[in-house]
């Protein structure tokens, strides 16, 4: 039997309606609206579009978008001095700074500056530390929002065992906090784990989050698995190129239980959880 297809693009739909509804009924009630600041540092095309599309989304669901886009070689003094700005500013709930950033910027002193209480990003060693021991912290996006997607096919993870191939700071470590915290049996693994395959296929959950195009096939996943594909590879295609994850997905759909595609699987969900984030930390404020 095929595996279920997961529509990571209805459900951040669903997700980005609910939050318009809460967004709408703030503002009915008086309250000024969530504010979301995004910095842009250089013209990296993919970062490019993907700020626009989060200032898209931000303002369709009635959110206020801050956009600071700023010339490749701005100073680290002048980005610190704009996050502290942000930092004191009551009607900016959420402040995010595009990465990459150019090198003669240190990327760790940028995201440290950032108040926790509006990293929502959720990259800030405050918010990493408490993610970590299980206190209430801003999760990364992209995490929280394959976390929803598992949560549509099986509501709970209990005992299951999850293996993560990929250990970066954005994805794969956050990812495996949070199958933990679901009471998941957690692998992480990595490019120095020897015999991948067999490790993947002992997987309820498998998360692949490397970056190399198709990596995962057939060898690597159990029959019934439930397979979260975050990888973003472009790839030729005849003249063009086009968008592959990091799982073979025809080899892989005949064999899981459940799998994301690619695109639309998990890329949707990341900016909709930036903005949960975003109105949550506008809610906390709020008490
Ligand atoms: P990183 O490059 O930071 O991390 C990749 C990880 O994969 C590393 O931990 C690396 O191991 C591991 N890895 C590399 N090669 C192998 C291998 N042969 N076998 C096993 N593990 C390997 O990538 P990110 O975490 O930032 O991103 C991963 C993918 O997810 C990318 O395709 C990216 O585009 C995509 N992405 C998608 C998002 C979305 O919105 N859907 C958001 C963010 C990322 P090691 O640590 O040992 O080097």
Same mark, same amino acid.
């Given at each position: 039997?095929?595996?279920?297809?997961?529509?990571?693009?209805?459900?951040?739909?669903?997700?980005?309606?609910?939050?318009?509804? +809460?967004?709408?009924?703030?503002?009915?009630?008086?309250?000024?609206? /969530?504010?979301l600041a995004v910095m842009l540092v250089g013209e990296d095309p993919a970062s490019q579009v993907y700020v626009a599309s989060k200032a898209k989304q931000t303002?369709?669901?009635?959110?206020?978008s801050i956009e600071h886009k700023l010339p490749v070689e701005t100073s680290q003094?002048d980005l610190l001095?704009r996050i502290?700005?942000?930092?004191?500013? /009551?009607?900016?709930?959420?402040i995010l700074v595009q990465l990459p950033l150019p090198p003669h910027i240190d990327a760790d002193a940028i995201i440290?500056?950032i108040? =926790?209480?509006?990293?929502?990003d959720?990259f800030?060693?405050?918010?990493?530390?408490?993610?970590? &021991?299980?206190?209430?912290?801003?999760?990364p996006c992209t =995490?929280?929002?394959?976390?929803?997607? $598992? +949560?549509?096919?099986?509501?709970?993870?209990?005992?299951?065992?999850?293996?993560?191939?990929? +250990?970066s700071n954005i994805v794969?470590?956050?990812?495996?906090?949070?199958?933990?915290?679901?009471?998941?049996?957690?692998?992480?693994?990595?490019?120095? &784990? &020897?015999?991948? /395959?067999?490790?993947?296929?002992?997987?309820?959950?498998?998360?692949?989050?490397?970056g190399?195009p198709?990596?995962?096939?057939?060898?690597?996943?159990?029959?019934?698995? $439930?397979? $979260?594909?975050v990888g973003i590879n472009r790839v030729?295609?005849?003249?063009?190129t086009k968008l592959?994850?990091?799982?073979?997905?025809?080899?892989?759909?005949?064999?899981?239980?459940?799998?994301?595609?690619?695109p639309?699987?998990?890329g /949707?969900?990341t900016i909709?959880?930036l903005?949960?984030?975003?109105?949550?930390?506008?809610?906390?404020?709020?008490?």
């Amino acid at each position: 039997m095929p595996a279920t297809l997961i529509d990571g693009k209805a459900v951040a739909a669903s997700l980005r309606a609910k939050l318009a509804m +809460r967004v709408a009924a703030h503002v009915a009630a008086g309250k000024r609206a /969530p504010g979301l600041a995004v910095m842009l540092v250089g013209e990296d095309p993919a970062s490019q579009v993907y700020v626009a599309s989060k200032a898209k989304q931000t303002t369709e669901i009635g959110m206020v978008s801050i956009e600071h886009k700023l010339p490749v070689e701005t100073s680290q003094a002048d980005l610190l001095a704009r996050i502290a700005k942000l930092n004191a500013d /009551p009607s900016v709930d959420g402040i995010l700074v595009q990465l990459p950033l150019p090198p003669h910027i240190d990327a760790d002193a940028i995201i440290e500056a950032i108040d =926790p209480a509006k990293d929502v990003d959720g990259f800030h060693p405050v918010n990493v530390g408490r993610l970590a &021991t299980g206190g209430k912290a801003f999760v990364p996006c992209t =995490p929280r929002g394959s976390m929803r997607l $598992i +949560r549509t096919v099986r509501a709970d993870l209990s005992g299951l065992h999850a293996v993560v191939v990929g +250990r970066s700071n954005i994805v794969g470590k956050p990812m495996a906090q949070l199958l933990l915290a679901a009471n998941c049996t957690v692998t992480i693994a990595h490019s120095r &784990t &020897t015999d991948l /395959p067999g490790i993947c296929r002992q997987a309820d959950i498998l998360v692949a989050a490397v970056g190399r195009p198709l990596m995962l096939n057939a060898a690597h996943v159990k029959p019934g698995a $439930i397979v $979260i594909d975050v990888g973003i590879n472009r790839v030729p295609a005849g003249e063009k190129t086009k968008l592959v994850g990091d799982v073979d997905f025809e080899a892989v759909r005949g064999i899981a239980g459940a799998i994301t595609p690619v695109p639309g699987g998990v890329g /949707p969900m990341t900016i909709a959880c930036l903005l949960e984030n975003t109105l949550d930390s506008y809610e906390l404020k709020l008490g």
